[in-house]
């Protein structure tokens, strides 16, 4: 979350300083602001502990990156290319959250929430990644941000992982006890998945010509 939460710091540093958000998803800053937001209320309602804190200060830097792109650089925004539909994302994120949900003893709508943000943060970054697809060139800061959200995916996804490896007999038996379990796994896995690729050629763009210039080819999306 640390990690997320300094992506976008790199991510508002551009827009203030160029004064330019083209290549930046807009649909993605929304999605991020709304799981960050159901995830927020579920843990005032459910958890209250540090991420708490750090998801109010993620949600408050994707706000005012929101409030940038859409009143400040407005000309600048390239909604051309920015394509993907919000409803095509969120509407089989609430069908998952129906059917697989917390089986917790929390009022039933909060574990409907729980499981939206849930599977919301796994495709969150889905339209940014679609946009660079279709400008094929990614410039220095957006993917500096597209990439610290990648490596904040792996570090969560490997923290599942290692907790699993190292015995962790609660999480052995969590997976015999219903699907949610399982699609947690799976929403991790798929939100790594999905960046993997991206973050291999950002790091591919440093080794081969030290730019940071991300070049894109057809079919990474």
Same mark, same amino acid.
């Given at each position: 979350?640390?990690?997320?939460?300094?992506?976008?710091?790199?991510?508002?540093?551009?827009?203030?300083?160029?004064?330019?958000?083209?290549?930046?998803?807009?649909?993605?800053?929304?999605?991020?602001?709304?799981?960050?937001?159901?995830?927020?209320?579920?843990?005032?309602?459910?958890?209250?502990?540090?991420?708490?804190?750090?998801?109010?200060?993620?949600?408050?830097?994707?706000?005012?990156?929101?409030?940038?792109?859409?009143?400040?650089?407005?000309?600048?925004?390239?909604?051309?290319?920015?394509?993907?539909?919000?409803?095509?994302?969120?509407?089989?994120?609430?069908?998952?959250?129906?059917?697989?949900?917390?089986?917790?003893?929390?009022?039933?709508?909060?574990?409907?929430?729980?499981?939206?943000?849930?599977?919301?943060?796994?495709?969150? =970054?889905?339209?940014? $990644?679609?946009?660079?697809?279709?400008?094929? *060139?990614?410039?220095? @800061?957006?993917?500096? +941000? !597209?990439?610290?959200?990648?490596?904040?995916?792996?570090?969560?996804?490997?923290?599942?992982?290692?907790?699993?490896?190292?015995?962790?007999?609660?999480?052995?038996?969590?997976?015999?006890?219903?699907?949610?379990? =399982?699609?947690?796994? $799976?929403?991790?896995?798929?939100?790594?998945? *999905?960046?993997?690729? @991206?973050?291999?050629? +950002? !790091?591919?763009?440093?080794?081969?010509?030290?730019?940071?210039?991300?070049?894109?080819?057809?079919?990474?999306?």
């Amino acid at each position: 979350e640390v990690v997320h939460f300094s992506g976008l710091g790199f991510l508002i540093f551009k827009l203030q300083s160029k004064k330019n958000c083209a290549g930046l998803s807009l649909r993605t800053q929304e999605l991020t602001a709304l799981f960050l937001a159901v995830r927020l209320y579920c843990s005032f309602m459910m958890e209250y502990d540090i991420h708490t804190l750090l998801d109010l200060l993620t949600l408050a830097a994707s706000l005012w990156a929101i409030y940038i792109v859409r009143f400040q650089l407005k000309s600048t925004y390239q909604a051309d290319l920015d394509s993907v539909k919000v409803i095509f994302v969120v509407a089989p994120c609430v069908f998952l959250a129906i059917i697989a949900k917390p089986g917790t003893s929390h009022f039933i709508v909060h574990r409907f929430l729980w499981a939206l943000c849930v599977y919301l943060e796994a495709v969150s =970054v889905f339209p940014q $990644l679609r946009m660079m697809q279709n400008s094929k *060139i990614v410039e220095r @800061f957006t993917a500096h +941000y !597209v990439f610290a959200l990648g490596l904040a995916r792996f570090l969560s996804c490997a923290h599942w992982v290692l907790q699993i490896l190292d015995g962790d007999s609660f999480l052995l038996t969590a997976f015999w006890r219903g699907l949610w379990p =399982v699609m947690v796994l $799976l929403s991790e896995i798929v939100q790594t998945a *999905i960046l993997a690729d @991206f973050c291999y050629y +950002y !790091v591919k763009s440093y080794v081969s010509d030290g730019t940071g210039v991300v070049r894109l080819p057809s079919g990474i999306v």
